[in-house]
């Protein structure tokens, strides 16, 4: 069964995309990574999307990043990482036509891969945002880039060294520039629908041109980041069943929201 749903309303050209993993509070396994993957090739090439909403089922979270129960087999170089999550965005897809992140619930660690990736971030006002990887011995390489380029760096440095000791709460991340708008609790997909629309019924070319121009502002400083990300990774975590271990023992700790 399908862990991602799409829905394309062909009068609007909206197309959405649901995480649909609720009861594993929509995390990716390698499956889903796939669909992802897939989901926005298959984007590219339909005409009658023009623009995209990606969302979470449920109202408990958006994505949790990288399901903790996929066994992902690594390489033995110490200067290279195999990442389920690198193929998970439209950017990494060549897909140019806009995407709107709809965050309801938390947003964490691998969800970055996604928010980083969209134009910008609608949330409801119970959503949450924070990287849990150091406090479980990992690095947060990729998250970390990719919140760079939206939030401003002590916010960005702050989440990320923090790690499950502090949630960012959805009005901090509409004050430092992650989230362009807050809504009422179930109200984000609704907004983000209809910001998309909007922009969906104006001319193609202009809007693709205008969304290369964006990235292309920030695109030469974000692909020399990305590309220290897998041996940084490589060199900085510690064994999995180390991982496991501060997993197991911090696990369900207590969270400061600000």
């Known amino acids: 069964m399908s862990a991602l749903r799409k829905a394309i309303d062909k009068d609007t050209g909206v197309a959405t995309l649901t995480l649909d993993r609720p009861a594993r509070h929509n995390a990716i396994d390698l499956e889903t990574a796939g669909e992802l993957a897939d989901a926005w090739r298959e984007f590219r090439f339909d005409e009658s ?4 909403v990606v969302t979470g089922a449920g109202d408990r979270a958006f994505c949790t990043g990288i399901d903790r129960g996929v066994d992902v087999p690594q390489p033995a170089s110490p200067y290279t990482i195999d990442d389920p ?9 060549d897909l140019w036509k806009p995407v709107i992140a709809a965050v309801n619930g938390m947003a964490c660690g691998g969800a970055f891969y996604l928010i980083g990736e969209a134009e910008f971030v609608v949330a409801d006002e119970h959503a949450t945002f924070f990287d849990p990887h150091t406090t479980y011995g990992m690095v947060s390489a990729f998250e970390t880039i990719h919140m760079a380029q939206r939030m401003p760096f002590g916010e960005v440095a702050r989440m990320a060294l923090m790690g499950t000791a502090e949630r960012i709460s959805a009005r901090r991340a509409h004050e430092t520039g992650l989230v362009s708008e807050l809504t009422a609790p179930g109200g984000a997909l609704a907004a983000a629908t209809r910001a998309a629309e909007v922009i969906a019924s104006y001319p193609t070319e202009a809007v693709q041109g205008t969304v290369r121009a964006l990235w292309s502002a920030k695109e030469a400083a974000r692909s020399q980041a990305l590309a220290h990300a897998p041996h940084l990774i490589a060199l900085g975590n510690l064994p999995p069943d180390r991982q496991a271990e501060l997993f197991g023992t911090r696990r369900g700790g207590g969270f400061r929201t600000r």
Not at 49 to 52: A, D, H, S
Not at 87 to 93: H, L, Q, R, V, Y
């Open 49 to 52: 999307v023009r623009t995209i």
């Open 85 to 93: 999550l690198i193929a998970i965005g439209p950017k990494t897809n």
